[in-house]
């Protein structure tokens, strides 16, 4: 197989593109989807300073690898989650990443951050699906951290699979509200919001993984203990089944739901969030907002749980 | 060959020579979900791999709430 652009020896096929590139075109192939979102999208210009949430995973640390390369203004912010092991192998990742390359990088620990913040303690108290409370604790300190430290701009590693399963879901269920906001830019609806972009929205999980292996770039292969059984893999599944039936699928559902769907969807929910939250004081729909509700819910059934009886006393032999 | 599968962590032994379309086939992964891995060289679905090479077979799909 031949290098569509200099006919050398393929290294990848890509069949969404009809394509296939040795390692130096890939490499260029890749920066230039990403530099075109970019552009196309108007996501931001190299006078902002730009916060890049990294995970210690492909998506993430090859964004922010593209970024750095294009001579953005970067600085990375890596959650520890306390999910065990994984976290702790997690964060190596993105801090060798970070300190090969002299880039600084903000480190905030849930577990740090007050007691009982760590994702498995949260999701376990409140009953919440694991990728539900953890979702709700990065908005919230991805939110916070962007605010405290006078970042323009939010980035996640968003990519093309993540966007084609969220958009499923949001289909299946028809989520007018998430369907609304489901674009690769999120202009601030809050003075203490920043923008949020995805600057890998149309770049498949695949040419992420790719790009990130041809890079040398030391990222964390096994996958999050909580994620198994989690619907964005199911739906995943799906939609890779059907690009293969069907090359440029999952490409066509984002883009043309982006440019004929979602407007429609957008104008039917342009609300802002006007109050502050009581908690944090950050932008909220309510009283409080969505990650200090659920931080009240887990005090409350902490507290509830102390105050109960111990299964050991309870069960003691007559 | 031998065949590495990542993150499963699982070896397995795979007797005589295969193009890699046919050895992902075989091992249910599809097309488009893993990186094939030799060295430190990707191969594509037309390649061949002989019986006595060792290679890794990477998945690409992540799930959560996302990064």
Same mark, same amino acid.
């Given at each position: 197989?031949?290098?569509?652009?200099?006919?050398?020896?393929?290294?990848?096929?890509? *069949?969404? !593109?009809?394509? &296939?590139?040795?390692?130096?075109?890939?490499?260029?192939?890749?920066? %230039?989807? @990403? +530099?075109? /979102?970019?552009?196309?999208?108007?996501?931001?210009?190299?006078?902002?300073?730009?916060?890049?949430?990294?995970?210690?995973?492909?998506?993430?640390?090859?964004?922010?690898?593209?970024?750095?390369?294009?001579?953005?203004?970067?600085?990375?912010?890596?959650?520890?989650?306390?999910?065990?092991?994984?976290?702790? *192998?997690? !964060?190596?990742? &993105?801090?060798?990443?970070?300190?090969?390359?002299?880039?600084?990088? %903000?480190? @905030? +620990?849930? /577990?740090?951050?007050?007691?009982?913040?760590?994702?498995?303690?949260?999701?376990?108290?409140?009953?919440?699906?694991?990728?539900?409370?953890?979702?709700?604790?990065?908005?919230?300190?991805?939110?916070?951290?962007?605010?405290?430290?006078?970042?323009?701009?939010?980035?996640?590693?968003?990519?093309?699979?993540?966007?084609?399963?969220?958009?499923?879901?949001?289909?299946?269920?028809?989520?007018?509200?998430?369907?609304?906001?489901?674009?690769?830019?999120?202009?601030?609806?809050?003075?203490?919001?920043?923008?949020?972009?995805?600057?890998?929205?149309?770049?498949?999980?695949?040419?992420?993984?790719?790009?990130?292996?041809?890079?040398?770039?030391?990222?964390?292969?096994?996958?999050?203990?909580?994620?198994?059984?989690?619907?964005?893999?199911?739906?995943?599944?799906?939609?890779?089944?059907?690009?293969?039936?069907?090359?440029?699928?999952?490409?066509?559902?984002?883009?043309?739901?982006?440019?004929?769907?979602?407007?429609?969807?957008?104008?039917?929910?342009?609300?802002?969030?006007?109050?502050?939250?009581?908690?944090?004081?950050?932008?909220?729909?309510?009283?409080?907002?969505?990650?200090?509700?659920?931080?009240?819910?887990?005090?409350?059934?902490?507290?509830?749980?102390?105050?109960?009886?111990?299964?050991?006393?309870?069960?003691?032999?007559? | 060959?031998?065949?590495?599968?990542?993150?499963?962590?699982?070896?397995?032994?795979?007797?005589?020579?295969?193009?890699?379309?046919?050895?992902?086939?075989?091992?249910?992964?599809?097309?488009?979900?893993?990186?094939?891995?030799?060295?430190?060289?990707?191969?594509?679905?037309?390649?061949?791999?002989?019986?006595?090479?060792?290679?890794?077979?990477?998945?690409?799909?992540?799930?959560?709430?996302?990064?």
């Amino acid at each position: 197989m031949k290098c569509t652009r200099c006919r050398a020896a393929a290294e990848v096929q890509l *069949r969404a !593109h009809n394509s &296939a590139f040795c390692r130096p075109c890939y490499l260029i192939f890749f920066r %230039r989807q @990403v +530099e075109r /979102a970019i552009a196309a999208e108007r996501m931001f210009t190299k006078d902002e300073r730009l916060l890049v949430a990294v995970s210690g995973g492909k998506d993430s640390l090859a964004l922010w690898d593209v970024l750095v390369d294009l001579g953005y203004d970067t600085t990375g912010l890596y959650l520890g989650l306390g999910i065990g092991a994984y976290s702790s *192998r997690s !964060h190596e990742k &993105a801090a060798q990443f970070a300190a090969a390359r002299g880039l600084p990088l %903000r480190v @905030v +620990e849930l /577990a740090e951050e007050g007691p009982g913040l760590a994702v498995p303690t949260v999701a376990g108290l409140t009953r919440r699906p694991p990728c539900s409370a953890c979702g709700t604790m990065k908005r919230h300190y991805f939110d916070t951290v962007a605010l405290d430290g006078g970042f323009d701009v939010l980035l996640t590693g968003h990519n093309l699979d993540d966007e084609a399963a969220r958009l499923m879901g949001n289909v299946l269920r028809w989520q007018r509200d998430h369907l609304a906001r489901q674009r690769p830019v999120l202009q601030p609806t809050h003075p203490k919001f920043v923008r949020k972009v995805k600057p890998l929205f149309l770049c498949s999980e695949y040419e992420t993984a790719v790009y990130a292996f041809m890079r040398g770039i030391d990222y964390i292969v096994e996958e999050c203990p909580n994620a198994a059984g989690a619907s964005q893999l199911v739906y995943k599944e799906v939609l890779n089944r059907l690009e293969v039936a069907s090359p440029g699928t999952k490409h066509a559902f984002v883009k043309e739901f982006l440019r004929t769907g979602q407007p429609a969807f957008a104008v039917a929910d342009e609300r802002d969030a006007a109050r502050e939250c009581a908690g944090c004081g950050m932008p909220s729909w309510g009283e409080l907002c969505a990650f200090c509700g659920m931080m009240r819910a887990v005090q409350t059934r902490a507290a509830a749980r102390a105050a109960a009886p111990s299964t050991t006393d309870s069960a003691a032999p007559a | 060959m031998r065949v590495h599968l990542h993150p499963q962590r699982r070896t397995v032994d795979i007797e005589g020579r295969r193009r890699v379309g046919q050895l992902l086939s075989e091992l249910g992964v599809l097309p488009g979900t893993a990186m094939v891995i030799r060295g430190d060289v990707l191969l594509t679905d037309a390649e061949m791999v002989e019986d006595a090479e060792e290679i890794e077979v990477r998945a690409v799909i992540s799930g959560g709430s996302g990064a």
